[in-house]
């Protein structure tokens, strides 16, 4: 700003109230070349005063010069003629109250006296010729998981800790306190006055509690400065000052913007705010004079016009006293439920990625109109929200909103049994099962959807009810060793997206089961399909698949490509799917298996420290892949730390049992590594127990390759060539991507010589799933304790 002052005579500082425009000001007029004066037009309140205040302001006096002409009669004259000559920095702070009369004064003054310069505060610019406007925006607020240092380094934080220490001496920011501070300054918008005030109430509150009170900021921060004008005394007086200043229009208009947390466009304020007192036609004029009045900020390509958080909270509390709330806010849920229900087929095909950035810049916007529609208890409403965002929440990952939202609406009376609901339990069933598996509630909810569209006279038109009413069976009664007969059904469907889905999930369900014969080719039909639909999703997970299949073949080079072009597709969803993490590990391994151990590392440690969002499993994932590299360098302590730390992520989560089962089988390969006999037999079994009652194939083949070590290590080495023997015929075949299992074949084949591997090898080819379950004295889960859980998508 000095330079700008230098190059300019008339520059505006804008922005919100409590922003620190008058710091500001003062900070640079103290640094400025020429003697600054400062004019605090806060108190004036008649236009015709704006030049008697400047006139005080300097000092100057109604005395005739002796032997000079007397006083000019007009104030506007005088102060002209008094400045006439002079070099000097005129700070006129809080002009907005004055506009009209301030800008005409500075016009004249600029005009007259051309070696002074003014530098102006404002909420709203002067809008005369030659102003030059600077924006103070707020302090850029601390990133939300900070901790004591990076928080320090974040201004708005500093100024919290300043005023802090200065009411409470000794304060200082720490590991045990800088969790609430963080949140108050977010929550405050990094606005200074607001948290100045904030910071006061230190003098008799802990930060948590002030933290957690920020729901009533207004009541809660009116600790200001007694020297203070009284305007910026409490948070309320800021803003209803410009409250104060707006008319009617303007303030209808802020009191309906108060239902937006996103921000609105212009469509979406044109919308829903129109109505008594605002005419559509009128709400592009006054969102501007909002702006202008520093009330708004515009952001993105697209307009946005957005509120500070302490602006739409005394929006809303004008908006409730107004009698107009319910009216505001039921227009803002149609207007978003709309919009979903406008995007929502275009998620499967290839425009889905316009739709999927649209609905992600509206996101806060369609949750609080989900969480409105929920708490006004308008259950027809609600189901609308969840069928058209059902598979938007699935695609990005937000799944605990899918479950959660439908399940409070469920519970609202009148909800409708029509194809809407149905398609909304259906999607709701899938994200339960993919991301926190609930088999019970899942199952109720999918029987639900079956109940609704068999009572209904005419079939499902939806593609997910099609695919649901010819898949449900397979999750409520769980997997079976042949996919469910209605899959057949779906291979020939006109819409090639469910068509998709109907190759992958009979390849999926082949693969699981050890069936390998056909799910080449079902995975290049289910490619073809989604490549015809668009849908990004489908050909992510079908590369991943066609990847494994490379890479149990030995040619981990292509594997890593295909993975490599999975995680691309997703990256362009927003990289938010569901089982995103198992991409990332396979990529890893493949890359480690052709010599890339160091780029995988980087893979892996770029996902645990977050570039990758991750889920407790998914972290114990990538802990489990680190430990797995390690374990084969040779590095036992490296490999404990790690597949210790999976083990205890695992321990206690609820789910599918597969991945738990590979951890197990991991560490207990370590524990016979390091002589721990008991232990890994222990871990063993439990692992065995786990992939078992998945009715994993595959999983059940890795811990029955674990067990054949465990038998090599215990001197039986013709069990252990019959284990590895059955754990192939399970699988399929053999499986190249797990040097591991290889290294425990080639060591048992070692040992007993060419003949009697293959023997034992072969015997064991012979055996069966029922086979294993008798032998190691264990049950069917299908029979004993309900229908498997189904792993991988969709």
Same mark, same amino acid.
């Given at each position: 700003?000095?330079?700008?002052?230098?190059?300019?005579?008339?520059?505006?500082?804008?922005?919100?109230?409590?922003?620190?425009?008058?710091?500001?000001?003062?900070?640079?007029?103290?640094?400025?070349?020429?003697?600054?004066?400062?004019?605090?037009?806060?108190?004036?309140?008649?236009?015709?005063?704006?030049?008697?205040?400047?006139?005080?302001?300097?000092?100057?006096?109604?005395?005739?010069?002796?032997?000079?002409?007397?006083?000019?009669?007009?104030?506007?004259?005088?102060?002209?003629?008094?400045?006439?000559?002079?070099?000097?920095?005129?700070?006129?702070?809080?002009?907005?109250?004055?506009?009209?009369?301030?800008?005409?004064?500075?016009?004249?003054?600029?005009?007259?006296?051309?070696?002074?310069?003014?530098?102006?505060?404002?909420?709203?610019?002067?809008?005369?010729?030659?102003?030059?406007?600077?924006?103070?925006?707020?302090?850029?607020?601390?990133?939300?998981?900070?901790?004591?240092?990076?928080?320090?380094?974040?201004?708005?934080?500093?100024?919290?800790?300043?005023?802090?220490?200065?009411?409470?001496?000794?304060?200082?920011?720490?590991?045990?306190?800088?969790?609430?501070?963080?949140?108050?300054?977010?929550?405050?918008?990094?606005?200074?006055?607001?948290?100045?005030?904030?910071?006061?109430?230190?003098?008799?509150?802990?930060?948590?509690?002030?933290?957690?009170?920020?729901?009533?900021?207004?009541?809660?921060?009116?600790?200001?400065?007694?020297?203070?004008?009284?305007?910026?005394?409490?948070?309320?007086?800021?803003?209803?000052?410009?409250?104060?200043?707006?008319?009617?229009?303007?303030?209808?208009?802020?009191?309906?913007?108060?239902?937006?947390?996103?921000?609105?466009?212009?469509?979406?304020?044109?919308?829903?705010?129109?109505?008594?007192?605002?005419?559509?036609?009128?709400?592009?004029?006054?969102?501007?004079?909002?702006?202008?009045?520093?009330?708004?900020?515009?952001?993105?390509?697209?307009?946005?016009?957005?509120?500070?958080?302490?602006?739409?909270?005394?929006?809303?509390?004008?908006?409730?006293?107004?009698?107009?709330?319910?009216?505001?806010?039921?227009?803002?849920?149609?207007?978003?439920?709309?919009?979903?229900?406008?995007?929502?087929?275009?998620?499967?095909?290839?425009?889905?990625?316009?739709?999927?950035?649209?609905?992600?810049?509206?996101?806060?916007?369609?949750?609080?109109?989900?969480?409105?529609?929920?708490?006004?208890?308008?259950?027809?409403?609600?189901?609308?929200?969840?069928?058209?965002?059902?598979?938007?929440?699935?695609?990005?990952?937000?799944?605990?909103?899918?479950?959660?939202?439908?399940?409070?609406?469920?519970?609202?009376?009148?909800?409708?049994?029509?194809?809407?609901?149905?398609?909304?339990?259906?999607?709701?069933?899938?994200?339960?099962?993919?991301?926190?598996?609930?088999?019970?509630?899942?199952?109720?909810?999918?029987?639900?959807?079956?109940?609704?569209?068999?009572?209904?006279?005419?079939?499902?038109?939806?593609?997910?009810?099609?695919?649901?009413?010819?898949?449900?069976?397979?999750?409520?009664?769980?997997?079976?060793?042949?996919?469910?007969?209605?899959?057949?059904?779906?291979?020939?469907?006109?819409?090639?997206?469910?068509?998709?889905?109907?190759?992958?999930?009979?390849?999926?369900?082949?693969?699981?089961?050890?069936?390998?014969?056909?799910?080449?080719?079902?995975?290049?039909?289910?490619?073809?399909?989604?490549?015809?639909?668009?849908?990004?999703?489908?050909?992510?997970?079908?590369?991943?698949?066609?990847?494994?299949?490379?890479?149990?073949?030995?040619?981990?080079?292509?594997?890593?490509?295909?993975?490599?072009?999975?995680?691309?597709?997703?990256?362009?969803?927003?990289?938010?799917?569901?089982?995103?993490?198992?991409?990332?590990?396979?990529?890893?391994?493949?890359?480690?298996?052709?010599?890339?151990?160091?780029?995988?590392?980087?893979?892996?440690?770029?996902?645990?420290?977050?570039?990758?969002?991750?889920?407790?499993?998914?972290?114990?994932?990538?802990?489990?892949?680190?430990? =797995?590299? %390690? @374990?084969?360098? *040779? !590095?036992?302590?490296? /490999?404990?730390?790690? $597949?210790?730390? +999976? #083990?205890? &992520?695992?321990?206690?989560?609820?789910?599918?049992?597969?991945?738990?089962?590979?951890?197990?089988?991991?560490?207990?390969?370590?524990?016979?590594?390091?002589?721990?006999?008991?232990?890994?037999?222990?871990?063993?079994?439990?692992?065995?127990?786990?992939?078992?009652?998945?009715?994993?194939?595959?999983?059940?083949?890795?811990?029955?390759?674990?067990?054949? =070590?465990? %038998? @090599?290590?215990? *001197? !039986?080495?013709?069990? /252990?060539?019959?284990? $590895?023997?059955? +754990? #192939?015929? &399970?699988?399929?075949?053999?499986?190249?991507?797990?040097?591991?299992?290889?290294?425990?074949?080639?060591?048992?084949?070692?040992?007993?010589?060419?003949?009697?591997?293959?023997?034992?090898?072969?015997?064991?080819?012979?055996?069966?799933?029922?086979?294993?379950?008798?032998?190691?004295?264990?049950?069917?889960?299908?029979?004993?304790?309900?229908?498997?859980?189904?792993?991988?998508?969709?």
């Amino acid at each position: 700003m000095d330079e700008l002052l230098v190059r300019v005579r008339l520059v505006t500082l804008t922005g919100a109230g409590g922003s620190g425009k008058s710091r500001l000001a003062l900070e640079a007029a103290e640094r400025a070349s020429d003697a600054g004066w400062l004019v605090e037009l806060a108190p004036v309140t008649d236009p015709a005063e704006v030049a008697e205040a400047v006139i005080t302001a300097l000092g100057l006096r109604e005395m005739t010069l002796i032997g000079g002409p007397a006083p000019a009669p007009n104030p506007v004259d005088r102060l002209v003629s008094a400045l006439a000559g002079r070099r000097l920095l005129l700070v006129l702070d809080n002009c907005e109250h004055l506009l009209d009369a301030t800008a005409r004064l500075a016009g004249t003054i600029l005009g007259h006296c051309p070696d002074v310069r003014i530098l102006a505060t404002s909420r709203e610019p002067l809008g005369i010729t030659g102003e030059t406007l600077w924006p103070v925006e707020p302090l850029a607020p601390p990133p939300p998981s900070a901790g004591p240092e990076e928080a320090m380094a974040n201004p708005a934080v500093r100024l919290f800790a300043d005023r802090a220490a200065a009411v409470s001496p000794g304060f200082a920011v720490t590991a045990g306190n800088v969790e609430p501070v963080v949140r108050t300054c977010r929550a405050l918008d990094g606005m200074p006055l607001a948290i100045e005030l904030a910071a006061a109430r230190l003098r008799a509150m802990t930060p948590a509690q002030v933290a957690d009170r920020l729901d009533d900021r207004f009541r809660l921060l009116t600790a200001g400065s007694r020297t203070a004008m009284p305007r910026h005394r409490t948070l309320r007086a800021v803003v209803e000052w410009g409250w104060d200043l707006l008319k009617e229009p303007e303030r209808t208009l802020w009191r309906r913007l108060a239902v937006f947390p996103g921000g609105a466009t212009l469509e979406s304020a044109e919308a829903v705010c129109a109505g008594p007192g605002l005419d559509r036609a009128d709400v592009l004029d006054v969102l501007t004079a909002l702006v202008d009045k520093s009330l708004l900020t515009i952001t993105g390509a697209e307009p946005r016009y957005r509120m500070l958080e302490t602006i739409r909270a005394y929006g809303l509390e004008r908006l409730a006293e107004s009698g107009a709330e319910t009216a505001a806010r039921r227009a803002h849920a149609e207007y978003f439920v709309g919009l979903a229900e406008e995007a929502e087929p275009h998620l499967y095909r290839a425009g889905q990625l316009p739709w999927l950035r649209r609905l992600t810049a509206e996101l806060d916007n369609t949750s609080a109109a989900l969480r409105w529609t929920i708490s006004a208890g308008d259950a027809r409403l609600g189901i609308r929200f969840c069928a058209a965002l059902g598979w938007y929440w699935f695609l990005t990952g937000r799944l605990g909103d899918a479950a959660d939202g439908l399940a409070e609406i469920l519970a609202l009376p009148d909800v409708p049994d029509d194809q809407l609901t149905a398609r909304a339990l259906a999607l709701g069933a899938m994200t339960l099962m993919d991301n926190r598996p609930d088999g019970a509630r899942a199952s109720a909810w999918l029987a639900r959807a079956q109940d609704i569209c068999r009572r209904l006279d005419r079939a499902p038109v939806h593609p997910v009810l099609r695919l649901m009413l010819e898949t449900a069976q397979m999750y409520t009664s769980g997997w079976d060793t042949s996919p469910a007969p209605g899959i057949e059904n779906l291979l020939d469907d006109p819409d090639p997206w469910v068509r998709g889905l109907a190759y992958f999930i009979r390849g999926q369900i082949a693969q699981n089961f050890g069936r390998t014969d056909r799910i080449e080719d079902d995975f290049d039909r289910a490619l073809t399909a989604f490549r015809e639909s668009g849908d990004r999703w489908g050909l992510s997970f079908t590369l991943t698949s066609q990847a494994e299949i490379l890479g149990r073949r030995g040619d981990h080079r292509a594997a890593a490509g295909l993975y490599e072009e999975a995680l691309r597709l997703d990256a362009e969803l927003g990289g938010g799917t569901a089982g995103l993490l198992h991409v990332h590990m396979r990529l890893a391994n493949a890359l480690d298996l052709i010599g890339e151990r160091a780029r995988a590392e980087r893979l892996l440690h770029t996902a645990l420290h977050g570039a990758v969002p991750t889920t407790p499993e998914e972290t114990a994932a990538l802990h489990y892949q680190l430990g =797995e590299f %390690a @374990r084969r360098s *040779g !590095d036992t302590a490296e /490999a404990l730390r790690r $597949l210790s730390r +999976a #083990d205890e &992520l695992t321990a206690n989560l609820p789910g599918p049992a597969q991945f738990r089962a590979m951890i197990l089988c991991a560490r207990a390969q370590l524990d016979l590594a390091m002589g721990a006999l008991d232990a890994a037999t222990a871990r063993l079994d439990e692992a065995l127990r786990g992939a078992v009652q998945a009715r994993d194939y595959p999983i059940v083949s890795h811990v029955l390759a674990g067990h054949a =070590e465990h %038998a @090599r290590v215990m *001197g !039986d080495p013709r069990r /252990a060539a019959e284990l $590895l023997g059955t +754990a #192939d015929a &399970l699988r399929g075949t053999r499986d190249l991507s797990l040097p591991d299992v290889l290294a425990i074949e080639s060591a048992t084949r070692a040992t007993l010589g060419e003949e009697a591997f293959t023997t034992a090898y072969t015997h064991g080819r012979t055996k069966t799933f029922a086979n294993v379950l008798t032998d190691f004295a264990l049950r069917d889960s299908s029979e004993a304790d309900g229908p498997a859980t189904p792993a991988g998508p969709p």
